[in-house]
């Protein structure tokens, strides 16, 4: 079972820290359907020291998504030192994570996200002030390396043990890849090998096999999931169960998901209010309706949608058509 410090999760299953995506409508939504850990989008450091009001928002945590992990991410070890204290301090966060992946150039300008790949010495200077400081088990998200030609995964996995790091997330792609080509596992092997606290998997986790793969090829504690949850907290569910069991649960219903779709979107509202979260569900709800047959119109509509009502008149209508057409065929 994946451990980190003292917490400990119920499955080696890890929803990841997406930009944009992971407030807390979107992490309870999937630590209901089974995920062991759930982690929080990044929020900047230098957000938490001024107190900015969006930043402050983003901290909320309601205490059905627990155990999780909140991210925060900076390039000045001062601002770090202290938003890593605040969070210890005036959250409910069970692990704070310090960001060392985000490829993104306006974070890796500012010395932050991967840009610290490059620096084991940095990475082990900047975990160590950050643990020293904090009570909460701090843990680290990074990825493989900078580009080809600067892959130090071991050497920064290494330093975040030897700096008191509880674990470390590993996307096997280097910054320069982003979110393209192929996910580097047999390095994610190699770190594993190399050093003794949990080592999470990342990258390429697309369906239940492949987390076992993930598992079996790399030795990982733990998978992380990202893209294939958007939309799809079944994906979480479905890979709990699979390896838990080996048995593969069928996919939901067109109805079941836009259930869940609405049911993100009430939390996302409570959250926010209706025209914020109704703005912000368009692309969550345009990835619920990812495969459903004959969601073109739907899809193209999802972003005319101005209120709540306007949501769910819309995924019914849908629901409604593809139920008729199923029980046309039935009745051939």
Same mark, same amino acid.
């Given at each position: 079972?994946?451990?980190?410090?003292?917490?400990?999760?119920?499955?080696?299953?890890?929803?990841?820290?997406?930009?944009?995506?992971?407030?807390?409508?979107?992490?309870?939504?999937?630590? %209901?359907?089974?995920?062991?850990?759930?982690?929080?989008?990044?929020?900047?450091?230098?957000?938490?020291?001024?107190? =900015?009001?969006?930043?402050?928002?983003?901290?909320?945590?309601?205490? /059905? %998504?627990?155990?999780?992990?909140? &991210?925060?991410?900076?390039?000045?070890?001062?601002?770090?030192?202290?938003?890593?204290?605040?969070?210890?301090?005036?959250?409910?966060?069970?692990?704070?994570?310090?960001?060392?992946?985000?490829?993104?150039?306006?974070?890796?300008?500012?010395?932050?996200?991967?840009?610290?790949?490059?620096?084991?010495?940095?990475?082990?200077?900047?975990?160590?002030?950050?643990?020293?400081?904090?009570?909460?088990?701090?843990?680290?998200?990074?990825?493989?390396?900078?580009?080809?030609?600067?892959?130090?995964?071991?050497?920064?996995? &290494?330093?975040?043990?030897?700096?008191?790091?509880?674990?470390?997330?590993?996307?096997? /792609?280097?910054?320069?890849?982003?979110?393209?080509?192929?996910?580097?596992?047999?390095?994610?092997?190699?770190?594993?090998?190399?050093?003794?606290?949990?080592?999470?998997? =990342?990258?390429?986790?697309?369906?239940?096999?492949?987390?076992?793969?993930?598992?079996? %090829?790399?030795?990982?504690?733990?998978?992380?999931?990202?893209?294939?949850?958007?939309? =799809?907290?079944?994906?979480?569910?479905?890979?709990?169960?699979?390896?838990?069991?080996?048995?593969?649960?069928?996919?939901?219903?067109?109805?079941?998901?836009?259930?869940?779709?609405?049911?993100?979107?009430?939390?996302?509202?409570?959250?926010?209010?209706?025209?914020?979260?109704? /703005?912000?569900?368009?692309?969550?709800?345009?990835?619920?309706?990812?495969?459903?047959?004959?969601?073109?119109?739907? /899809?193209?509509?999802?972003?005319?949608?101005?209120?709540? %009502?306007?949501?769910?008149?819309?995924?019914?209508?849908?629901?409604?058509?593809?139920?008729?057409?199923?029980?046309?065929? &039935?009745?051939?």
């Amino acid at each position: 079972m994946l451990r980190i410090g003292d917490i400990e999760m119920k499955n080696q299953v890890v929803l990841a820290p997406m930009a944009g995506v992971c407030n807390s409508a979107f992490r309870l939504t999937v630590k %209901e359907f089974g995920a062991g850990l759930v982690c929080a989008e990044m929020v900047s450091d230098k957000g938490i020291v001024l107190k =900015n009001a969006r930043t402050m928002n983003m901290l909320y945590i309601d205490e /059905r %998504e627990k155990p999780l992990s909140l &991210q925060i991410f900076g390039g000045e070890k001062k601002s770090l030192v202290e938003a890593a204290q605040f969070v210890d301090k005036n959250t409910t966060a069970d692990i704070i994570d310090i960001n060392m992946g985000c490829p993104v150039p306006k974070i890796t300008k500012c010395d932050a996200g991967a840009k610290w790949l490059l620096d084991p010495n940095k990475i082990y200077e900047m975990v160590s002030a950050v643990v020293d400081a904090v009570e909460k088990p701090v843990t680290v998200k990074m990825r493989i390396g900078w580009d080809d030609e600067h892959v130090f995964a071991i050497q920064n996995a &290494q330093a975040v043990e030897r700096a008191g790091g509880k674990a470390v997330s590993m996307h096997g /792609r280097t910054r320069v890849q982003m979110y393209e080509g192929k996910a580097n596992w047999d390095i994610i092997r190699e770190v594993k090998k190399s050093i003794n606290i949990p080592l999470i998997g =990342n990258g390429d986790v697309e369906t239940p096999q492949d987390a076992e793969r993930m598992l079996k %090829e790399t030795g990982v504690d733990g998978v992380m999931i990202g893209r294939a949850a958007l939309g =799809n907290p079944w994906m979480i569910y479905r890979t709990v169960k699979y390896l838990e069991t080996g048995q593969l649960m069928d996919e939901p219903s067109v109805r079941e998901k836009m259930d869940v779709c609405v049911l993100h979107m009430d939390r996302l509202i409570a959250l926010k209010n209706e025209n914020v979260a109704v /703005r912000e569900m368009r692309k969550h709800a345009s990835w619920y309706l990812k495969g459903v047959k004959g969601n073109a119109t739907a /899809r193209k509509g999802i972003n005319e949608c101005e209120t709540r %009502e306007d949501v769910v008149k819309l995924l019914y209508g849908l629901v409604d058509e593809v139920e008729a057409k199923q029980q046309n065929i &039935q009745m051939v």
